[in-house]
Protein backbone atom coordinates (compact mmCIF):
# COMPACT_ATOMS: atom_id res chain seq x y z
CA UNK A 1 0.00 0.00 0.00
CA UNK A 2 1.36 3.37 -1.05
CA UNK A 3 2.03 5.80 1.67
CA UNK A 4 -0.39 8.61 1.20
CA UNK A 5 0.53 10.94 3.71
CA UNK A 6 1.77 13.43 0.42
CA UNK A 7 -1.51 14.08 -0.69
CA UNK A 8 -3.56 14.82 2.59
CA UNK A 9 -1.68 18.31 2.50
CA UNK A 10 -4.79 20.34 1.35
CA UNK A 11 -4.08 23.95 2.10
CA UNK A 12 -6.00 25.87 4.05
CA UNK A 13 -8.19 27.85 1.30
CA UNK A 14 -9.52 24.05 -0.27
CA UNK A 15 -10.14 22.74 2.87
CA UNK A 16 -12.44 26.04 3.62
CA UNK A 17 -13.74 25.56 0.06
CA UNK A 18 -14.91 22.31 0.68
CA UNK A 19 -16.72 22.70 4.02
CA UNK A 20 -18.00 25.98 2.96
CA UNK A 21 -19.35 23.05 0.17
CA UNK A 22 -20.80 20.75 2.48
CA UNK A 23 -17.85 18.34 1.59
CA UNK A 24 -16.29 16.93 5.12
CA UNK A 25 -16.62 13.39 3.98
CA UNK A 26 -14.97 14.46 0.23
CA UNK A 27 -11.98 15.58 2.30
CA UNK A 28 -11.61 12.74 4.46
CA UNK A 29 -12.28 9.89 1.54
CA UNK A 30 -9.52 11.97 -0.86
CA UNK A 31 -6.70 9.07 -0.18
CA UNK A 32 -8.99 6.08 -1.23
CA UNK A 33 -9.86 8.65 -4.31
CA UNK A 34 -6.76 9.02 -5.04
CA UNK A 35 -5.88 5.24 -5.14
CA UNK A 36 -8.62 4.32 -6.96
CA UNK A 37 -7.40 6.49 -9.66
CA UNK A 38 -3.85 5.43 -9.54
CA UNK A 39 -4.94 2.06 -10.25
CA UNK A 40 -8.08 2.91 -13.08
CA UNK A 41 -6.00 5.12 -14.98
CA UNK A 42 -2.10 3.36 -14.37
CA UNK A 43 -0.93 7.13 -13.25
CA UNK A 44 1.28 7.73 -10.01
CA UNK A 45 0.46 10.69 -8.35
CA UNK A 46 3.08 13.07 -6.45
CA UNK A 47 2.81 16.26 -4.61
CA UNK A 48 0.07 18.38 -4.52
CA UNK A 49 -0.17 22.25 -5.94
CA UNK A 50 -0.97 23.75 -2.66
CA UNK A 51 -2.24 26.77 -4.12
CA UNK A 52 -5.37 24.97 -5.79
CA UNK A 53 -8.79 26.54 -4.02
CA UNK A 54 -11.33 25.05 -6.06
CA UNK A 55 -10.15 21.12 -6.44
CA UNK A 56 -7.16 19.19 -5.34
CA UNK A 57 -4.53 19.41 -8.15
CA UNK A 58 -1.55 17.02 -7.90
CA UNK A 59 1.62 15.96 -9.94
CA UNK A 60 0.82 12.81 -11.93
CA UNK A 61 3.02 10.58 -13.79
CA UNK A 62 1.57 8.04 -16.73
CA UNK A 63 2.76 4.39 -17.02
CA UNK A 64 4.86 5.52 -20.12
CA UNK A 65 6.11 8.31 -18.14
CA UNK A 66 4.61 11.61 -19.69
CA UNK A 67 4.02 14.25 -16.93
CA UNK A 68 0.44 15.31 -16.20
CA UNK A 69 -1.76 16.58 -13.58
CA UNK A 70 -4.71 15.06 -11.55
CA UNK A 71 -7.50 17.29 -10.81
CA UNK A 72 -10.51 15.97 -8.24
CA UNK A 73 -13.28 18.87 -8.03
CA UNK A 74 -14.72 19.49 -4.57
CA UNK A 75 -18.37 18.30 -5.15
CA UNK A 76 -20.92 20.74 -4.88
CA UNK A 77 -24.61 20.73 -6.11
CA UNK A 78 -24.78 21.74 -9.79
CA UNK A 79 -22.49 20.07 -12.23
CA UNK A 80 -19.11 21.74 -12.01
CA UNK A 81 -17.63 18.71 -13.04
CA UNK A 82 -19.77 17.91 -16.44
CA UNK A 83 -19.40 21.72 -17.51
CA UNK A 84 -15.09 21.41 -16.91
CA UNK A 85 -15.18 18.24 -18.72
CA UNK A 86 -17.58 19.47 -21.46
CA UNK A 87 -15.35 22.83 -21.83
CA UNK A 88 -12.34 21.04 -22.07
CA UNK A 89 -13.59 18.76 -25.14
CA UNK A 90 -15.26 21.51 -26.82
CA UNK A 91 -11.75 23.62 -26.38
CA UNK A 92 -9.74 20.28 -27.86
CA UNK A 93 -6.33 22.07 -26.34
CA UNK A 94 -7.01 25.38 -27.66
CA UNK A 95 -6.51 28.33 -25.33
CA UNK A 96 -7.12 26.07 -22.71
CA UNK A 97 -5.51 22.92 -21.31
CA UNK A 98 -5.53 19.56 -22.80
CA UNK A 99 -8.03 17.01 -20.99
CA UNK A 100 -6.47 13.77 -21.28
CA UNK A 101 -8.75 11.37 -19.31
CA UNK A 102 -12.01 12.19 -17.05
CA UNK A 103 -14.64 11.15 -14.54
CA UNK A 104 -17.40 12.84 -13.99
CA UNK A 105 -18.90 10.48 -11.10
CA UNK A 106 -15.85 11.33 -9.55
CA UNK A 107 -15.03 14.77 -10.63
CA UNK A 108 -11.61 13.61 -11.57
CA UNK A 109 -9.44 15.08 -14.33
CA UNK A 110 -6.01 13.94 -16.15
CA UNK A 111 -4.49 17.12 -17.85
CA UNK A 112 -1.37 17.73 -19.46
CA UNK A 113 1.27 18.93 -17.34
CA UNK A 114 1.72 22.77 -17.75
CA UNK A 115 4.12 25.08 -16.38
CA UNK A 116 4.30 28.06 -14.69
CA UNK A 117 1.45 30.68 -14.07
CA UNK A 118 1.15 33.94 -15.82
CA UNK A 119 1.14 35.64 -11.76
CA UNK A 120 4.15 33.76 -11.05
CA UNK A 121 6.04 35.89 -13.92
CA UNK A 122 5.30 38.89 -12.91
CA UNK A 123 4.86 40.95 -16.61
CA UNK A 124 3.80 43.96 -16.46
CA UNK A 125 -0.18 44.20 -16.54
CA UNK A 126 -0.85 45.05 -19.88
CA UNK A 127 0.86 42.66 -21.67
CA UNK A 128 -0.88 40.19 -19.06
CA UNK A 129 -4.04 41.43 -20.45
CA UNK A 130 -3.29 40.82 -23.80
CA UNK A 131 -1.99 36.99 -22.93
CA UNK A 132 -5.01 36.22 -21.08
CA UNK A 133 -7.03 37.78 -24.10
CA UNK A 134 -5.44 36.06 -26.38
CA UNK A 135 -5.70 32.93 -24.75
CA UNK A 136 -9.61 33.48 -24.07
CA UNK A 137 -10.13 34.10 -28.57
CA UNK A 138 -8.95 31.20 -28.84
CA UNK A 139 -11.70 29.42 -26.82
CA UNK A 140 -14.59 31.24 -28.07
CA UNK A 141 -16.29 29.21 -30.54
CA UNK A 142 -20.22 28.50 -30.84
CA UNK A 143 -21.06 25.07 -28.89
CA UNK A 144 -25.10 24.83 -29.32
CA UNK A 145 -26.37 21.32 -27.75
CA UNK A 146 -23.50 21.37 -25.65
CA UNK A 147 -25.46 21.33 -22.38
CA UNK A 148 -23.31 24.01 -20.71
CA UNK A 149 -25.75 26.70 -18.81
CA UNK A 150 -25.91 29.90 -19.81
CA UNK A 151 -24.75 33.85 -19.84
CA UNK A 152 -28.23 34.11 -18.62
CA UNK A 153 -27.75 31.15 -16.20
CA UNK A 154 -25.04 32.67 -14.81
CA UNK A 155 -26.11 35.67 -14.16
CA UNK A 156 -28.80 34.84 -12.49
CA UNK A 157 -26.90 32.61 -10.40
CA UNK A 158 -24.58 35.41 -9.46
CA UNK A 159 -27.69 38.05 -8.65
CA UNK A 160 -28.68 35.14 -5.77
CA UNK A 161 -25.36 34.61 -4.61
CA UNK A 162 -24.68 38.02 -3.62
CA UNK A 163 -28.09 38.86 -2.15
CA UNK A 164 -27.38 35.66 -0.24
CA UNK A 165 -23.44 35.86 0.78
CA UNK A 166 -23.82 39.63 1.59
CA UNK A 167 -26.70 38.95 4.27
CA UNK A 168 -24.42 35.85 5.53
CA UNK A 169 -21.10 38.00 5.73
CA UNK A 170 -22.73 40.52 7.52
CA UNK A 171 -22.46 43.50 4.62
CA UNK A 172 -18.93 43.54 3.90
CA UNK A 173 -19.17 45.87 1.77
CA UNK A 174 -21.90 49.03 0.88
CA UNK A 175 -25.35 48.68 -0.34
CA UNK A 176 -24.75 50.73 -2.90
CA UNK A 177 -22.21 48.53 -4.18
CA UNK A 178 -24.58 45.22 -4.05
CA UNK A 179 -27.02 47.44 -5.79
CA UNK A 180 -24.97 47.95 -8.62
CA UNK A 181 -23.92 44.58 -9.18
CA UNK A 182 -27.16 43.13 -9.42
CA UNK A 183 -28.55 46.18 -11.45
CA UNK A 184 -25.59 45.20 -14.35
CA UNK A 185 -26.60 41.29 -13.67
CA UNK A 186 -30.43 41.71 -14.34
CA UNK A 187 -29.09 43.98 -17.05
CA UNK A 188 -27.16 41.14 -18.87
CA UNK A 189 -29.61 38.57 -17.86
CA UNK A 190 -32.24 40.45 -19.85
CA UNK A 191 -29.59 40.94 -22.98
CA UNK A 192 -28.78 37.50 -23.26
CA UNK A 193 -28.56 36.55 -27.19
CA UNK A 194 -28.39 33.17 -27.84
CA UNK A 195 -27.29 34.20 -30.89
CA UNK A 196 -24.29 35.63 -29.62
CA UNK A 197 -23.60 32.87 -27.29
CA UNK A 198 -20.33 31.20 -27.04
CA UNK A 199 -18.24 29.00 -25.19
CA UNK A 200 -16.45 30.93 -22.80
CA UNK A 201 -13.86 29.92 -20.02
CA UNK A 202 -15.42 32.08 -17.15
CA UNK A 203 -12.32 32.68 -15.23
CA UNK A 204 -9.95 34.55 -17.03
CA UNK A 205 -7.39 35.63 -14.99
CA UNK A 206 -3.33 35.19 -14.23
CA UNK A 207 -3.80 32.31 -11.92
CA UNK A 208 -5.64 30.33 -14.75
CA UNK A 209 -3.19 31.18 -17.15
CA UNK A 210 -0.16 28.54 -17.50
CA UNK A 211 2.83 28.51 -19.76
CA UNK A 212 2.22 26.30 -22.56
CA UNK A 213 5.69 26.23 -24.91
CA UNK A 214 6.17 29.89 -26.37
CA UNK A 215 2.09 30.32 -24.78
CA UNK A 216 -0.36 30.66 -22.07
CA UNK A 217 -3.26 28.04 -22.12
CA UNK A 218 -5.92 28.60 -19.32
CA UNK A 219 -7.02 25.90 -16.56
CA UNK A 220 -9.94 25.94 -14.68
CA UNK A 221 -12.88 26.43 -16.99
CA UNK A 222 -16.06 26.93 -15.68
CA UNK A 223 -17.94 26.20 -19.20
CA UNK A 224 -20.44 28.46 -20.45
CA UNK A 225 -22.43 29.40 -23.54
CA UNK A 226 -22.38 33.31 -22.94
CA UNK A 227 -21.49 36.69 -24.67
CA UNK A 228 -17.96 36.57 -25.16
CA UNK A 229 -17.63 39.53 -23.49
CA UNK A 230 -18.19 37.81 -20.02
CA UNK A 231 -14.32 36.36 -19.86
CA UNK A 232 -13.55 39.95 -20.25
CA UNK A 233 -15.34 41.23 -17.41
CA UNK A 234 -13.60 38.62 -15.63
CA UNK A 235 -9.96 40.64 -16.00
CA UNK A 236 -11.89 43.65 -15.29
CA UNK A 237 -12.24 42.44 -11.61
CA UNK A 238 -8.62 41.52 -11.60
CA UNK A 239 -5.48 44.18 -10.19
CA UNK A 240 -8.31 46.20 -8.43
CA UNK A 241 -5.56 48.90 -7.14
CA UNK A 242 -4.25 49.17 -10.64
CA UNK A 243 -8.00 49.78 -12.34
CA UNK A 244 -7.90 52.55 -10.20
CA UNK A 245 -4.67 54.29 -10.92
CA UNK A 246 -6.23 55.90 -13.42
CA UNK A 247 -9.75 56.69 -15.42
CA UNK A 248 -11.05 53.22 -14.48
CA UNK A 249 -13.48 52.63 -17.53
CA UNK A 250 -9.74 52.87 -19.87
CA UNK A 251 -9.62 49.03 -19.59
CA UNK A 252 -13.03 48.24 -20.35
CA UNK A 253 -12.13 50.98 -23.32
CA UNK A 254 -8.90 48.88 -24.71
CA UNK A 255 -10.29 45.43 -24.15
CA UNK A 256 -13.12 46.37 -26.11
CA UNK A 257 -10.76 47.92 -28.56
CA UNK A 258 -8.87 44.47 -28.31
CA UNK A 259 -11.32 42.96 -29.34
CA UNK A 260 -14.27 44.50 -31.10
CA UNK A 261 -16.74 43.61 -28.69
CA UNK A 262 -19.12 46.08 -26.04
CA UNK A 263 -17.78 47.80 -23.59
CA UNK A 264 -20.61 48.38 -21.78
CA UNK A 265 -20.95 44.73 -20.99
CA UNK A 266 -17.45 44.16 -20.74
CA UNK A 267 -17.99 47.01 -17.80
CA UNK A 268 -20.94 45.45 -16.52
CA UNK A 269 -19.76 42.01 -16.35
CA UNK A 270 -16.84 43.43 -14.28
CA UNK A 271 -18.95 44.95 -11.95
CA UNK A 272 -20.73 41.61 -10.76
CA UNK A 273 -17.38 39.64 -10.72
CA UNK A 274 -16.10 42.16 -8.65
CA UNK A 275 -18.51 42.14 -6.20
CA UNK A 276 -19.15 37.87 -6.13
CA UNK A 277 -15.62 37.21 -6.03
CA UNK A 278 -15.18 39.69 -3.61
CA UNK A 279 -17.95 38.00 -1.50
CA UNK A 280 -16.56 34.32 -2.39
CA UNK A 281 -12.82 35.04 -1.10
CA UNK A 282 -14.30 36.50 2.09
CA UNK A 283 -16.06 33.52 2.90
CA UNK A 284 -13.00 31.50 2.13
CA UNK A 285 -10.67 33.89 3.91
CA UNK A 286 -8.68 34.58 0.85
CA UNK A 287 -8.04 37.80 2.00
CA UNK A 288 -7.01 41.20 1.19
CA UNK A 289 -7.77 39.68 -2.24
CA UNK A 290 -11.59 39.74 -0.73
CA UNK A 291 -11.81 43.18 0.96
CA UNK A 292 -9.61 45.20 -1.77
CA UNK A 293 -12.35 43.72 -4.44
CA UNK A 294 -15.35 44.95 -2.42
CA UNK A 295 -13.81 48.56 -1.51
CA UNK A 296 -12.97 48.73 -5.45
CA UNK A 297 -16.52 48.29 -5.62
CA UNK A 298 -17.52 50.34 -3.24
CA UNK A 299 -15.91 53.41 -4.52
CA UNK A 300 -17.22 52.87 -8.25
CA UNK A 301 -20.47 52.12 -7.23
CA UNK A 302 -20.86 56.13 -6.22
CA UNK A 303 -19.28 56.66 -10.05
Known amino acids: MRDFAIVLRVSHLLENKARSAGAEQWLSQLP ?32 DGSLAVLKLLVPRSGAAALNEITALRLARGEGCVSLLRSDVERGALLLERLGPSLFQLGLPIRQRHEILVSAAQLIWRPAPGSGLPTGADKGRS ?146
Open 32 to 63: DLVAGLEVDWSITVGAPFEDATEAFVAEAVLA
Open 158 to 303: LISFIAAKWEELDHPCSVKAVAHALACAEGRVRLHDSERAVLVHGDVHQWNALQAGDGFKLVDPDGLLAEAEYDLGVIMREDPDELLSADPQERARWLAARTGLDEQAIWDWGVVERVSTGLLCTEIDLQPVGRTMLAVADRLATK
